[in-house]
């Protein structure tokens, strides 16, 4: 499984970006793909994620409200759309995948895309 993570930038404070995870290599019906971010200095946390199958959903506290994650089956993308932004979301965010039902666990991920910088100015 590959994925490929794009559509970061810079954006100011309230506005909106739409991450876009492609993902290739498998039939995915059964996986559930996960967005996380890494903030310098911190942790690496769980921001969203989204079952494949059936489009169940899942969102960290933070974002609840914010983000939205959904999948386009036709073309094996996973998007997560991010209104409303704050400087507190600037961080790398990665995308996931996964077998089974949606994780916030990041130990529970067997594939990972590369990042992509989202940077919210104040």
């Given at each position: 499984?590959?994925?490929?993570?794009?559509?970061?930038?810079?954006?100011?404070?309230?506005?909106?970006?739409?991450?876009?995870?492609?993902?290739?290599?498998?039939?995915?019906?059964?996986?559930?793909?996960?967005?996380?971010?890494?903030?310098?200095?911190?942790?690496r946390?769980?921001?969203?994620?989204?079952?494949?199958?059936?489009?169940?959903?899942?969102?960290?506290?933070?974002?609840?409200?914010?983000?939205?994650?959904?999948?386009?089956?036709?073309?094996?993308?996973?998007?997560?759309?991010?209104?409303?932004?704050?400087?507190?979301?600037?961080?790398v965010?990665?995308c996931?995948?996964r077998?089974?039902?949606?994780?916030?666990t990041?130990?529970?991920?067997?594939?990972?895309?590369?990042?992509?910088?989202?940077?919210?100015?104040?």
């Open positions: 499984v590959q994925l490929q993570a794009s559509g970061g930038g810079l954006v100011q404070a309230g506005g909106s970006l739409r991450l876009s995870c492609a993902v290739s290599g498998r039939t995915f019906s059964t996986y559930a793909v996960g967005w996380f971010r890494q903030a310098p200095g911190k942790e946390e769980f921001v969203a994620a989204v079952r494949w199958s059936g489009g169940t959903t899942s969102y960290a506290d933070p974002v609840k409200g914010r983000f939205t994650s959904s999948r386009d089956n036709a073309k094996n993308i996973v998007n997560l759309q991010m209104n409303g932004l704050k400087p507190e979301d600037t961080a965010y990665y996931a995948a077998r089974g039902v949606i994780s916030s990041m130990g529970d991920y067997d594939y990972w895309g590369q990042g992509t910088q989202v940077t919210v100015s104040s």
